[in-house]
């Protein structure tokens, strides 16, 4: 199986020369933090979202046909823990997060991550209503001596059933092949999370693998589903 350790410093080398090289047709300002002017001409761009959703300092990655995602922001974190700390969205994970792991969420998979990669798990925003939806993007997984890039994704229950996940993480897909140009995405998926698997299923994933993963000492059978770059493996 092919893994990402195979092409890791390319990656790493592309990520670093900074996705403003190389946007996906989706990405709109993620070159524009500094000028007020550029900034206005994205806002316009965007149809004249509030600064909310292109809050200040905030860099928006993505857009779909009703989401953006935009790297995460400080004043996310409330919203951030309303995802983390409730017992449903973190069945997976065998119970909600306490507060110092939620800050360890945060500090090491998002910001560390976007420091580390440039690229990360997103704020994922309602366009017209401005809601902080959930969290959606890709992160390089370890596992079993093996790099994963993977798309991830946990959403407000409230906001469960309303297709948005799917959407956030089709333009993942998209962005990892189009932008990081990898030749394979993954999720690894616990084997009884159906709504997860089917996420995956929808954005063209297809189950490949099973492992098992120790998680609080137990150990849990999880599927692995991969879709292919069809450019970069042609
Ligand atoms: C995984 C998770 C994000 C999936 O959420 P979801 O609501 O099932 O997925 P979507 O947002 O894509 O919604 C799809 C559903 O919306 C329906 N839907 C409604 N309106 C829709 C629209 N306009 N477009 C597309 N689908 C729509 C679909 O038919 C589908 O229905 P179903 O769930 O009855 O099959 C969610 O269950 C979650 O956050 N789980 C907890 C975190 C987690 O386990 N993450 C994965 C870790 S590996």
């Given at each position: 199986m092919y893994h990402l350790q195979n092409d890791r410093r390319a990656l790493a080398r592309r990520v670093r020369r900074g996705s403003s090289k190389r946007q996906?047709?989706?990405?709109?300002?993620?070159?524009?933090?500094?000028?007020g002017a550029r900034k206005r001409i994205a806002y316009r761009r965007l149809g004249g979202l509030q600064p909310a959703v292109c809050a200040a300092g905030a860099k928006t990655i993505l857009e779909t046909e009703r989401l953006i995602l935009r790297e995460f922001l400080d004043s996310d974190y409330k919203d951030l823990c309303e995802i983390l700390q409730d017992k449903d969205v973190m069945y997976a994970y065998e119970h909600p997060f306490t507060d110092d792991e939620v800050k360890s969420w945060y500090e090491k998979l998002i910001i560390g991550h976007y420091k580390k990669h440039g690229f990360g798990l997103w704020a994922v925003i309602h366009k017209?209503?401005?809601?902080?939806l959930g969290q959606c993007g890709l992160t390089i997984q370890n596992l079993n001596g093996n790099e994963y890039l993977e798309i991830g994704y946990l959403f407000k229950k409230r906001h469960w059933h309303k297709g948005y996940a799917v959407e956030a993480a089709l333009a993942c897909k998209k962005y990892a092949f189009e932008?990081?140009?990898?030749e394979k995405v993954y999720s690894i998926i616990r084997e009884s999370n159906i709504a997860s698997q089917n996420v995956a299923k929808r954005i063209g994933m297809k189950k490949t693998d099973e492992i098992i993963k120790h998680y609080n000492d137990i150990d849990i059978p999880h599927f692995i589903y991969e879709a292919k770059n069809c450019i970069a493996t042609a």
């Amino acid at each position: 199986m092919y893994h990402l350790q195979n092409d890791r410093r390319a990656l790493a080398r592309r990520v670093r020369r900074g996705s403003s090289k190389r946007q996906p047709p989706g990405c709109l300002f993620s070159n524009v933090t500094r000028s007020g002017a550029r900034k206005r001409i994205a806002y316009r761009r965007l149809g004249g979202l509030q600064p909310a959703v292109c809050a200040a300092g905030a860099k928006t990655i993505l857009e779909t046909e009703r989401l953006i995602l935009r790297e995460f922001l400080d004043s996310d974190y409330k919203d951030l823990c309303e995802i983390l700390q409730d017992k449903d969205v973190m069945y997976a994970y065998e119970h909600p997060f306490t507060d110092d792991e939620v800050k360890s969420w945060y500090e090491k998979l998002i910001i560390g991550h976007y420091k580390k990669h440039g690229f990360g798990l997103w704020a994922v925003i309602h366009k017209e209503t401005y809601e902080f939806l959930g969290q959606c993007g890709l992160t390089i997984q370890n596992l079993n001596g093996n790099e994963y890039l993977e798309i991830g994704y946990l959403f407000k229950k409230r906001h469960w059933h309303k297709g948005y996940a799917v959407e956030a993480a089709l333009a993942c897909k998209k962005y990892a092949f189009e932008t990081l140009n990898a030749e394979k995405v993954y999720s690894i998926i616990r084997e009884s999370n159906i709504a997860s698997q089917n996420v995956a299923k929808r954005i063209g994933m297809k189950k490949t693998d099973e492992i098992i993963k120790h998680y609080n000492d137990i150990d849990i059978p999880h599927f692995i589903y991969e879709a292919k770059n069809c450019i970069a493996t042609a």
